[in-house]
């Protein structure tokens, strides 16, 4: 009869332990529930625990929390957005009243006949309207980058349970570096364009300054100081009168939409230049956080196994 009950007891304890025994799957399905589902829920409980215990129960602070919050602040991201709107504001705003400035200069002063500088009025009236759709995209791009720089910045520093790596959320951010760049490259190139016409005003403004000089100087007579605006393209050959000479040149230098229209066109270039330095700043900064969620991405599959 003794071995008969040692061999039940041994069975007995065999099927406990293989009821014990827990899967691969049924682990990860219990580390996941434990980290994503029940984190709120087993800090609650360890509060109870700690008074029912008689340890002294740590209750964070107004300063500690503002601590926290501020250390989730994306302070790249923020200064980048302050100055693309700075910047895309000065650059359109003072772009669109420049150019509005320069098509008077012109009608006034340069081509009296409407028909030779038509197209050049369609071609500002459509790029007033580019202004308009370049200032809608960057207010709502600057917002959606900001919005991603928190999540990014709090992804990084895991100072939420809720902010965790994930393989969308790496792609959106792969998504807004490539997209940073493309158009980083492309204001390069709209700050290159905006710097067009202060060369252009800048040679009237020179000849004008030459022409006061002159006063002192009789051996030079100002009538032989001229600027030809055909020369630059912006009307054709057969505009008439084309150009302004001496006293007629002096004075376009004094009237308002020059002087309005020269200074406006040289903030617009200033903006569109801060612009440039702001999406600069967001390269760096989604590249940054991009290259560590990927490290930290790397990092967890790593400890899973």
Known sequence: ???????????????????????????????????????????????????????????????????????GVPYASLVATILCFSGVALF??????????????????????AGDHALLSEVIQLMQYVIYGI??????????????????????????SEFKTTACGRCISGMFVFLTY?????WLGVFGFSAVPV?????IWS?????????????TSADQICVDIRQYGIIPWNAVPGRACGATLENICNTNEFYMSYHLFIVACAGAGATVIALLIYMMATTYNYAVLKFKSREDCCTKF
């Not at 359109?92 to 006949?113: D, I, K, P, Y």
């Not at 493309?182 to 492309?186: N, P, S, T």
């Open 1 to 71: 009869m003794k071995p008969v009950m040692e061999t039940a007891a041994e069975e007995t304890t065999e099927q406990s332990q293989e009821k014990k025994v827990m899967t691969r799957p049924e682990l990860e399905i219990g580390r996941y529930h434990w980290t994503y589902g029940s984190s709120k829920a087993q800090q609650s409980r360890r509060e109870p625990a700690a008074a029912e215990a008689g340890g002294p129960v740590r209750i964070q602070g107004c300063f500690e929390c503002c601590i926290k919050c501020l250390g």
């Open 92 to 113: 359109c705003g003072c772009g669109h009243v420049a150019l509005t400035g320069t098509v008077t200069l012109l009608e006034q002063h340069f081509s009296s006949n």
């Open 135 to 160: 200032a809608s995209f960057f207010f709502l791009y600057g917002i959606i980058l900001l919005a991603e720089g928190f999540y990014t910045t709090s992804a990084v520093k895991e100072l939420h």
């Open 182 to 186: 493309v158009l980083g490259v492309a």
């Open 199 to 203: 060369f252009m005003f800048y040679n």
């Open 207 to 219: 000849s004008c300054e030459v022409i006061k000089s002159l006063q002192t100087n009789v051996t």
